[in-house]
């Protein structure tokens, strides 16, 4: 069974720190992961990662892929409250959808 | 820019009544999805369809039916509802497989 694994699952930084999120899988075929950020309601897209080793970058966010050993992070550097959210995983094993993984519940405070 | 609209955002039932969750999507896309979030379980997907007039069922399809008679439009039946299905529902539509979801802003059922 298809199966992506997040951690840590509840995480609460000071604005100023950086922090790594881990998202791990176990899929029968992999075509690329996903980030996604899920502040009070709808999930917005981050990055999209197909390639191992290259560094995907929006602003203070980055993340890269480990398709050898099969996990990726995301990283935020000098966070801000506005970063507090759930952020959501989700693998594409070449079917019509994505397995996401439980979430990383990020609290930034001031 | 609507994106992906979801009707009602809020709604509570009683055990056995059935109703209908409708989402609308304006941009054109092919998939759209229906999925259920529960705490600690991240997404779970319900159904799907891959163009109008197709469904297909998800991870967790018991106790629910879809229709796409308009490409625009995936709507979420429950039949009978039972307690096990409160939750938040997400819809989302993409434009083919494998690419990135754009979701609505999700409609929080209850089931008393």
């Known amino acids: 069974e298809d199966k992506v694994v997040q951690s840590p699952l509840s995480l609460v930084v000071h604005e100023g720190d950086t922090v790594t999120l881990n998202c791990s899988y176990e899929?029968?075929?992999?075509?690329?992961l996903l980030w996604y950020k899920q502040e009070k309601k709808a999930p917005t897209f981050l990055f999209m990662l197909?390639?191992?080793?290259i560094e995907k970058k929006s602003g203070r966010l980055s993340s890269i892929l480990d398709k050898k050993e099969l996990f990726s992070i995301l990283n935020i550097t000098a966070t801000q409250t506005g970063d507090s959210a759930v952020y959501l995983c989700?693998?594409?094993?070449?079917?019509?959808?994505?397995?996401f993984g439980p979430g990383t519940r990020l609290s930034v405070l001031p | 820019n609507a994106g992906v609209t979801q009707t009602p955002k809020f709604r509570v039932l009683k055990t056995g009544q059935s109703m209908t969750l409708l989402c609308a999507q304006d941009?054109?896309?092919?998939?759209m999805y229906w999925y259920r979030q529960d705490p600690g379980m991240g997404l779970r997907l319900i159904h799907y369809?891959?163009?109008?007039?197709?469904?297909a069922k998800g991870e967790v399809p018991d106790g629910y039916n879809v229709s796409r008679l308009k490409k625009q439009n995936f709507l979420l039946g429950l039949e009978s509802a039972a307690p096990s299905q409160t939750s938040v529902y997400f819809c989302?539509?993409?434009?083919?497989?494998?690419?990135?979801?754009?979701f609505g802003d999700g409609t929080r059922l209850s089931i008393l």
């Open positions: 989302a539509s993409s434009p083919g497989a494998g690419q990135p979801q754009h």
């Open positions: 899929v029968t075929n992999f075509r690329s």
């Open positions: 197909t390639s191992s080793g």
């Open positions: 989700a693998v594409d094993n070449y079917g019509q959808n994505f397995v």
């Open positions: 941009m054109n896309h092919e998939y």
């Open positions: 369809s891959v163009g109008e007039g197709t469904t």
